[in-house]
T-cell receptor
Framework: GENVEQHPSTLSVQEGDSAVIKCTYS??????FPWYKQELGKRPQLIID?????GEKKDQRIAVTLNKTAKHFSLHITETQPEDSAVYFC???????????FGRGTSLIVHP | DGGITQSPKYLFRKEGQNVTLSCEQN?????MYWYRQDPGQGLRLIYY???????QKGDIAEGYSVSREKKESFPLTVTSAQKNPTAFYLC?????????????FGPGTRLTVL
Protein backbone atom coordinates (compact mmCIF):
# COMPACT_ATOMS: atom_id res chain seq x y z
CA GLY A 1 0.00 0.00 0.00
CA GLU A 2 0.83 3.66 -0.08
CA ASN A 3 2.92 5.35 2.63
CA VAL A 4 2.61 9.14 2.85
CA GLU A 5 4.86 11.20 5.07
CA GLN A 6 4.17 14.88 5.68
CA HIS A 7 6.49 17.53 7.14
CA PRO A 8 6.59 19.63 9.18
CA SER A 9 3.91 18.74 11.71
CA THR A 10 3.73 22.36 12.86
CA LEU A 11 4.65 25.52 10.97
CA SER A 12 4.56 28.99 12.45
CA VAL A 13 5.02 32.05 10.21
CA GLN A 14 4.49 35.79 10.29
CA GLU A 15 1.73 37.30 8.19
CA GLY A 16 3.04 37.98 4.71
CA ASP A 17 5.69 35.26 4.80
CA SER A 18 5.58 32.14 2.62
CA ALA A 19 4.84 28.65 3.89
CA VAL A 20 5.90 25.34 2.37
CA ILE A 21 4.63 21.89 3.35
CA LYS A 22 6.14 18.77 1.85
CA CYS A 23 4.85 15.23 1.39
CA THR A 24 6.62 12.11 0.18
CA TYR A 25 4.93 8.98 -1.08
CA SER A 26 6.07 5.45 -1.76
CA UNK A 27 3.93 4.10 -4.62
CA UNK A 28 5.43 5.18 -7.94
CA UNK A 29 2.12 4.38 -9.68
CA UNK A 30 0.28 7.09 -7.73
CA UNK A 31 -1.01 9.76 -10.09
CA UNK A 32 -3.25 12.14 -8.13
CA PHE A 33 -2.16 14.38 -5.26
CA PRO A 34 -4.75 16.53 -3.48
CA TRP A 35 -4.28 18.98 -0.63
CA TYR A 36 -7.04 19.56 1.94
CA LYS A 37 -7.44 22.40 4.43
CA GLN A 38 -9.21 21.81 7.73
CA GLU A 39 -10.10 24.75 9.92
CA LEU A 40 -10.61 24.14 13.62
CA GLY A 41 -13.72 22.01 14.21
CA LYS A 42 -14.62 21.97 10.51
CA ARG A 43 -14.50 19.43 7.70
CA PRO A 44 -11.46 19.03 5.41
CA GLN A 45 -11.96 20.76 2.07
CA LEU A 46 -9.96 20.43 -1.12
CA ILE A 47 -7.88 23.52 -1.86
CA ILE A 48 -5.74 22.34 -4.77
CA ASP A 49 -4.74 19.13 -6.49
CA UNK A 50 -2.26 18.01 -9.12
CA UNK A 51 -2.17 15.12 -11.50
CA UNK A 52 0.96 13.29 -12.52
CA UNK A 53 1.07 14.71 -16.04
CA UNK A 54 1.98 18.19 -14.77
CA GLY A 55 4.78 19.44 -12.54
CA GLU A 56 3.19 22.56 -11.08
CA LYS A 57 -0.23 24.08 -10.59
CA LYS A 58 -1.07 27.49 -9.19
CA ASP A 59 -4.26 29.08 -7.90
CA GLN A 60 -3.81 32.65 -6.68
CA ARG A 61 -1.65 32.46 -3.52
CA ILE A 62 -1.38 28.68 -3.39
CA ALA A 63 0.62 26.37 -5.61
CA VAL A 64 1.52 22.71 -5.67
CA THR A 65 4.66 21.22 -7.20
CA LEU A 66 5.24 17.57 -8.01
CA ASN A 67 8.52 15.71 -8.47
CA LYS A 68 7.63 12.19 -9.62
CA THR A 69 11.24 11.07 -9.81
CA ALA A 70 11.85 11.90 -6.16
CA LYS A 71 8.26 10.97 -5.22
CA HIS A 72 7.42 14.13 -3.39
CA PHE A 73 4.98 17.00 -3.76
CA SER A 74 4.76 20.30 -1.94
CA LEU A 75 2.19 22.93 -1.06
CA HIS A 76 3.34 26.55 -1.30
CA ILE A 77 1.36 29.42 0.21
CA THR A 78 2.60 32.94 -0.49
CA GLU A 79 1.70 36.17 1.32
CA THR A 80 0.17 34.23 4.20
CA GLN A 81 -2.78 35.69 6.05
CA PRO A 82 -4.25 34.84 9.48
CA GLU A 83 -7.17 33.07 7.79
CA ASP A 84 -4.69 30.60 6.31
CA SER A 85 -4.22 29.22 9.83
CA ALA A 86 -5.51 25.64 9.71
CA VAL A 87 -4.39 22.03 9.44
CA TYR A 88 -3.34 20.98 5.94
CA PHE A 89 -3.39 17.37 4.75
CA CYS A 90 -1.82 15.85 1.69
CA UNK A 91 -3.01 12.56 0.19
CA UNK A 92 -2.01 10.04 -2.43
CA UNK A 93 -3.85 6.97 -3.71
CA UNK A 94 -2.22 3.60 -4.08
CA UNK A 95 -1.52 2.97 -7.74
CA UNK A 96 -3.95 0.10 -7.95
CA UNK A 97 -6.70 1.82 -5.97
CA UNK A 98 -8.60 5.06 -5.71
CA UNK A 99 -8.52 4.95 -1.91
CA UNK A 100 -6.27 7.80 -0.69
CA UNK A 101 -3.75 7.57 2.10
CA PHE A 102 -3.50 10.81 4.06
CA GLY A 103 -0.47 12.42 5.61
CA ARG A 104 -0.61 13.19 9.33
CA GLY A 105 -1.28 16.85 8.74
CA THR A 106 0.54 20.16 9.24
CA SER A 107 -0.76 22.75 11.65
CA LEU A 108 -0.06 26.14 10.07
CA ILE A 109 -0.17 29.15 12.36
CA VAL A 110 0.00 32.61 10.81
CA HIS A 111 0.78 35.35 13.31
CA PRO A 112 -0.65 38.82 12.55
CA ASP B 1 -21.11 22.86 2.28
CA GLY B 2 -24.15 20.92 1.14
CA GLY B 3 -24.18 17.45 -0.32
CA ILE B 4 -22.99 15.29 2.55
CA THR B 5 -24.35 15.50 6.08
CA GLN B 6 -23.60 13.81 9.37
CA SER B 7 -25.58 13.60 12.56
CA PRO B 8 -25.44 14.18 15.39
CA LYS B 9 -22.73 16.84 15.66
CA TYR B 10 -21.93 15.79 19.23
CA LEU B 11 -22.55 12.39 20.79
CA PHE B 12 -21.94 11.14 24.28
CA ARG B 13 -21.78 7.46 25.07
CA LYS B 14 -21.51 5.50 28.25
CA GLU B 15 -19.04 2.67 28.38
CA GLY B 16 -20.56 -0.59 27.15
CA GLN B 17 -23.05 1.08 24.81
CA ASN B 18 -23.22 0.84 21.06
CA VAL B 19 -23.87 4.07 19.18
CA THR B 20 -24.64 4.74 15.52
CA LEU B 21 -23.38 7.73 13.55
CA SER B 22 -25.37 8.82 10.53
CA CYS B 23 -23.97 9.84 7.13
CA GLU B 24 -26.09 10.85 4.16
CA GLN B 25 -25.10 12.22 0.74
CA ASN B 26 -27.07 13.51 -2.23
CA UNK B 27 -24.09 13.77 -4.60
CA UNK B 28 -24.95 10.51 -6.37
CA UNK B 29 -21.56 9.14 -5.34
CA UNK B 30 -21.03 5.41 -5.32
CA UNK B 31 -18.11 5.41 -2.86
CA MET B 32 -18.41 6.34 0.79
CA TYR B 33 -15.86 6.27 3.60
CA TRP B 34 -15.54 6.60 7.35
CA TYR B 35 -12.45 8.15 8.94
CA ARG B 36 -11.40 8.62 12.50
CA GLN B 37 -9.40 11.70 13.43
CA ASP B 38 -7.32 11.99 16.58
CA PRO B 39 -4.95 14.89 17.34
CA GLY B 40 -1.67 14.42 15.49
CA GLN B 41 -2.87 11.22 13.80
CA GLY B 42 -4.32 12.56 10.59
CA LEU B 43 -7.22 10.72 8.99
CA ARG B 44 -7.38 6.97 9.50
CA LEU B 45 -9.70 4.86 7.37
CA ILE B 46 -12.22 2.72 9.26
CA TYR B 47 -14.44 1.30 6.50
CA TYR B 48 -15.29 2.10 2.91
CA UNK B 49 -17.95 1.07 0.46
CA UNK B 50 -17.82 1.19 -3.33
CA UNK B 51 -21.36 0.05 -4.00
CA UNK B 52 -24.62 -0.73 -2.24
CA UNK B 53 -24.57 -3.88 -0.10
CA UNK B 54 -20.77 -4.09 -0.21
CA UNK B 55 -18.09 -2.66 2.08
CA GLN B 56 -14.48 -3.33 3.06
CA LYS B 57 -12.44 -2.87 6.19
CA GLY B 58 -9.97 -0.05 6.35
CA ASP B 59 -6.89 0.25 8.53
CA ILE B 60 -8.66 0.43 11.91
CA ALA B 61 -11.95 -1.49 11.54
CA GLU B 62 -11.83 -3.36 14.86
CA GLY B 63 -14.73 -2.36 17.12
CA TYR B 64 -16.71 -0.75 14.31
CA SER B 65 -19.42 -1.96 11.92
CA VAL B 66 -21.16 -0.43 8.91
CA SER B 67 -24.00 -1.10 6.51
CA ARG B 68 -24.76 0.15 3.01
CA GLU B 69 -28.40 -0.59 2.26
CA LYS B 70 -28.93 2.58 0.21
CA LYS B 71 -26.60 4.51 -2.07
CA GLU B 72 -27.19 7.69 -0.11
CA SER B 73 -26.54 6.32 3.38
CA PHE B 74 -23.54 4.76 5.14
CA PRO B 75 -24.10 4.57 8.92
CA LEU B 76 -21.26 3.67 11.28
CA THR B 77 -21.83 1.79 14.54
CA VAL B 78 -19.24 2.16 17.26
CA THR B 79 -19.54 -0.97 19.35
CA SER B 80 -18.59 -1.62 22.96
CA ALA B 81 -15.62 -3.59 21.61
CA GLN B 82 -13.95 -0.35 20.52
CA LYS B 83 -11.63 0.33 23.45
CA ASN B 84 -10.94 4.01 22.87
CA PRO B 85 -13.79 5.48 20.82
CA THR B 86 -13.48 9.12 21.85
CA ALA B 87 -12.58 10.91 18.61
CA PHE B 88 -13.82 13.05 15.73
CA TYR B 89 -15.47 10.94 13.02
CA LEU B 90 -15.61 12.08 9.42
CA CYS B 91 -17.66 10.60 6.61
CA UNK B 92 -16.70 11.22 2.99
CA UNK B 93 -17.87 10.31 -0.49
CA UNK B 94 -16.47 10.25 -4.01
CA UNK B 95 -17.10 8.68 -7.37
CA UNK B 96 -16.07 5.04 -7.26
CA UNK B 97 -13.27 3.73 -9.39
CA UNK B 98 -12.00 7.18 -10.32
CA UNK B 99 -8.39 7.41 -9.24
CA UNK B 100 -8.17 11.15 -9.63
CA UNK B 101 -11.35 12.10 -7.84
CA UNK B 102 -11.79 14.44 -4.90
CA UNK B 103 -13.30 13.30 -1.64
CA UNK B 104 -16.11 15.38 -0.16
CA PHE B 105 -16.33 15.35 3.61
CA GLY B 106 -19.24 15.72 5.98
CA PRO B 107 -19.08 18.14 8.93
CA GLY B 108 -18.11 15.39 11.38
CA THR B 109 -19.41 13.89 14.61
CA ARG B 110 -17.50 14.31 17.84
CA LEU B 111 -17.97 11.23 20.01
CA THR B 112 -17.12 11.32 23.69
CA VAL B 113 -17.23 8.32 25.99
CA LEU B 114 -18.21 9.21 29.51
Amino acid sequence: GENVEQHPSTLSVQEGDSAVIKCTYSDSASNYFPWYKQELGKRPQLIIDIRSNVGEKKDQRIAVTLNKTAKHFSLHITETQPEDSAVYFCAAPSGGSYIPTFGRGTSLIVHP
Amino acid sequence: DGGITQSPKYLFRKEGQNVTLSCEQNLNHDAMYWYRQDPGQGLRLIYYSQIVNDFQKGDIAEGYSVSREKKESFPLTVTSAQKNPTAFYLCASSRAGVKTDTQYFGPGTRLTVL
